[in-house]
């Protein structure tokens, strides 16, 4: 079935470093895919999406790019910052089905020190 | 900006009883979801509703469970005789519907069973 699969964590990095955040997906069609955030003691926030093949999605200085041909959705941001820290999730959407379910990854935490 | 609210925030109960998580979605939203999230584990999908009547559920979503839109603004899980494995973070979400909406969450409830 369906999966996604994300590089673990916990990532540290000081303020200001560069951000990935590596996600792959399996999928037997051509799903959308999000990058979601969980800041603590809150919910899942959408950060971004791209919803075809080469699309960039963007928010907030994060980036990814939805990659057909390494069936990728890497997420970047070139400066990050304290208020950067929490849990990132990468997820796809049921491919081809109105309302279809969210896969999530396993999460990945970031943690960004002055 | 609209957002999906649920309580309450965090549920203790003894095993074997019934518990109640609720849900506010979005209002013009049509597509309701419940999620899970063990503590260290991925966010696992449970069960999709639309049009007042289920549209998808997982293999968790057993007997045990179920949803309900009591009136036009609420949205319901239901978990029947309580296990320790049922302690969890339960996150509700709803999206407008389309295979390309992004679906919004909830803070969520932690629930605890004792």
């Known amino acids: 079935g369906d999966s996604v699969t994300q590089m673990e964590g916990p990532v540290t990095l000081s303020e200001e470093a560069f951000l990935t955040i590596n996600c792959t997906y399996t999928a037997t069609g051509y799903p959308s895919l999000f990058w979601y955030v969980q800041y603590p003691g809150e919910g899942l926030q959408l950060l971004l999406k791209a919803t075809k093949a080469d699309d960039k999605g963007s928010n907030k200085g994060f980036e990814a790019t939805y990659r057909k041909e390494t069936t990728s959705f890497h997420l970047e941001k070139g400066s990050v910052q304290v208020s950067d820290s929490a849990v990132y999730f990468c997820a796809l959407s049921d491919v081809g089905r109105e309302g279809g379910k969210l896969i999530f990854g396993q999460g990945t935490e970031l943690s960004v020190k002055p | 900006e609209p957002e999906v609210t649920q309580t309450p925030s965090h549920q203790v109960t003894q095993m074997g009883q019934e518990v109640i998580l609720r849900c506010v979605p979005i209002s013009n939203h049509l597509y309701f979801y419940w999620y899970r999230q063990i503590l260290g584990q991925k966010v696992e999908f449970l069960v999709s509703?639309?049009?007042?009547?289920?549209?998808?559920k997982s293999e968790i979503f057993d007997d045990q469970f179920s949803v309900e839109r009591p009136d036009g603004s609420n949205f319901t899980l239901k978990i029947r005789s309580t296990k320790l494995e049922d302690s969890a973070m339960y996150f509700c979400?709803?999206?407008?519907?389309?295979?390309?909406?992004?679906?919004?969450f909830g803070d969520g409830t932690r629930l605890s069973i004792l």
């Open positions: 509703f639309y049009n007042n009547e289920i549209s998808e």
């Open positions: 979400a709803s999206s407008e519907g389309g295979t390309l909406g992004p679906q919004h």
